[in-house]
């Protein structure tokens, strides 16, 4: 069972519209976060998972069950045997270890991937942009 209420879902081109323009849009009566550095990475950096090539293919209005009304956008791909596999915004340089929240550090990865990796550092983040990730 989903940890998801879902209430409509959009496609890339219909999101991307709304994503980074303003705190806040409304679809239908449901309003959504549309601002935050977690959107801007799949718009910016794209909808491929850097570890494994998923591919995220829509996006889903929904709220967390256990949620007031609590609304956001979520970014979705298909696995091998069609199943749903939410897409995820990364710290490349893990928050735990000094990395910051900003674009820089961001990047797309599935939810497999992003488990996997949890909060190891990787090789290819170690180049002459670390100092730009790392906390201030």
């Known amino acids: 069972m989903s940890h998801y209420i879902r209430c409509k879902t959009l496609t890339l081109e219909e999101a991307f519209k709304y994503i980074g323009r303003r705190k806040k ?22 909808v491929v998972c850097k570890h494994c090539g998923a591919v995220g293919v829509f996006f889903a209005i929904e709220k967390a069950r256990d949620a007031s009304d609590c609304w956001h956008l979520n970014l979705y791909a298909y696995n091998a045997n069609n199943e749903e596999v939410l897409m995820t915004a990364d710290h490349v340089i893990p928050r735990s ?4 929240n900003e674009l820089e550090n961001l990047q797309t990865l599935c939810t497999d991937c992003n488990f996997k990796k949890d909060n190891k550092l990787e090789e290819k983040c170690c180049g002459p942009n670390l100092n730009i990730i790392i906390k201030k």
């Open 97 to 100: 270890r000094g990395g910051c």
């Open 25 to 46: 849009h409304t679809f239908g009566e449901k309003r959504v976060g549309t601002k935050s550095n977690r959107l801007k990475c799949f718009k910016f950096h794209g």
